[in-house]
């Protein structure tokens, strides 16, 4: 019997290890399981449509400005600036806090520092409480050697999140940094 029962169980157990095994090896591959999983990128053109979760044409009316929006950060964190200006340009509602932050990014990015300081300045007075663009405008500001304004953006940023988020920490690296050279 406990043959019988050990041939029966054993390829169950084998199974259920297997399982495990890869499920955990996927958990690991994703970065831990809190990230979310990887966007596709999309060709030049196309933006992702995260309700099919699939790339289609730019001028797509069918696209919320939300997903052009957070495209075009994705574009313009991947170094593709200037497709990230392009699919900002689709905008209905360009003038959003979120999509002013990413054109001065990408025009930052471009070494249009000046242009870039001027749509982080209308994101700001659109949401004063906007960290994100507080931080990139303070590193506009390291970038002109005005540390005296990055410092205050960067003063304005504790207030908003404390020393302890992401924003405040990468502004005071970007200024410590620039105290270096």
Not at 112 to 120: A, F, H, K, S, V
Not at 161 to 170: A, G, I, K, N
């Amino acid at each position: 019997m406990n043959t019988r029962l050990a041939l029966f169980t054993a390829p169950l157990l084998l199974a259920g290890c297997l399982a495990a095994a890869l499920s955990s090896s996927l958990v690991m591959a994703n970065g831990g399981g809190d990230a979310a999983p990887a966007r596709p990128q999309c060709p030049k053109g196309q933006v992702l449509d995260t309700r099919s979760n699939k790339c289609v044409s730019q001028q797509s009316s069918l696209v919320p400005d939300a997903d052009r929006t957070d495209y075009a950060y994705q574009l313009a964190k991947d170094g593709r600036y200037e497709e990230a200006l392009a699919l900002l340009d689709t905008l209905k509602q360009p003038n959003t806090p979120k999509a002013l932050n990413y054109r001065g990014y990408a025009t930052r990015k471009l070494g249009r520092t000046d242009e870039g300081i001027g749509y982080y300045l209308q994101s700001v007075k659109l949401d004063p409480h906007y960290a994100q663009v507080r931080e990139y405008l303070g590193e506009a500001y390291v970038i002109k050697g005005r540390l005296d304004l990055a410092q205050e953006q960067l003063q304005t940023i504790k207030s908003i999140c404390s020393t302890t988020c992401e924003e405040y920490r990468d502004l005071a690296e970007a200024i410590a940094d620039s105290s270096k050279t």
